[in-house]
């Protein structure tokens, strides 16, 4: 039963260009959350997908970030036109349908994708 | 824009018990106390997490004070491979998002 999927694990880019980091969530998981941790601080929400849709994206920078949960394969966090300032860890965390009436459902976190932007 | 409190950090003989406090003096009636470690260059891990009473598993016990405004995670035995930034985390049941505050880095010494 593999956890949370993410890769590359390690990733490095020139400023202005494109990467893009792929999670797949668990088995039988069916919503996805983005987070990122730059150097020294604590995690940051990003986006919250479900399949096919974006659930909350309050946490992305407004400019050359998306995400996508596409029916089929990996979620996908795209960053254009990378600066350094994009360094950091991207993590990816999934869990299973939520519960009615408030049933809490836990999120499992991949290992992460360290991107570098030299 | 945490809820919690945690000391920095903290020190832990191995073998011996940790125990990590954390202070939500403004706990809602509705808000669960959570709690995830993150090992070095890993992703968070899920602990445990409780309400009002206190909660057992095979990583931890959590003790919530009864006006729960305050709680501690309790780790029995820690090991060599228990150093982790523990985070401690109000949610809301129901609510989606985690937000992690600095936590307490936890160094456990041979």
């Known amino acids: 039963n593999a956890g949370v999927m993410q890769n590359p694990r390690h990733l490095v880019r020139r400023r202005g260009q494109e990467a893009r980091l792929r999670c797949s969530p668990m088995k039988g998981h069916s919503h996805v959350y983005w987070y990122r941790q730059l150097p020294e601080e604590g995690l940051k929400f990003m986006v919250y997908?479900?399949?096919?849709?974006?659930?909350?994206e309050s946490g992305m920078p407004k400019e050359r970030f998306s995400a996508e949960f596409p029916k089929e394969g990996p979620s996908i966090l795209r960053i254009q036109q990378v600066v350094r300032g994009d360094s950091a860890a991207y993590f990816c965390?999934?869990?299973?349908?939520?519960?009615?009436?408030?049933?809490?459902?836990?999120?499992?976190f991949g290992q992460g994708t360290r991107l570098t932007v030299v | 824009d945490a809820k919690t409190t945690q000391p920095t950090s903290m020190d832990c003989a191995e073998g011996r018990a940790a125990n990590l406090p954390c202070n939500h003096s403004t706990i809602s009636g509705n808000e669960y106390v959570y709690w995830y470690r993150q090992i070095h260059s890993q992703g968070p891990q899920y602990i445990i997490h409780g309400l009002k009473n206190n909660e057992t598993n095979e990583m931890a016990s959590l003790i919530i004070t009864e006006d729960r405004k305050s709680s501690t995670l309790i780790l029995p035995h820690a090991t060599l491979r228990d150093t982790a930034v523990y985070y401690c985390i109000v949610r809301v049941a129901g609510d989606y998002k985690l937000s992690f505050g600095a936590g307490t880095t936890v160094t456990v010494r041979a």
């Open positions: 965390a999934s869990s299973p349908a939520s519960g009615g009436g408030g049933r809490l459902t836990e999120a499992f």
């Open positions: 997908l479900q399949k096919e849709n974006i659930i909350d």
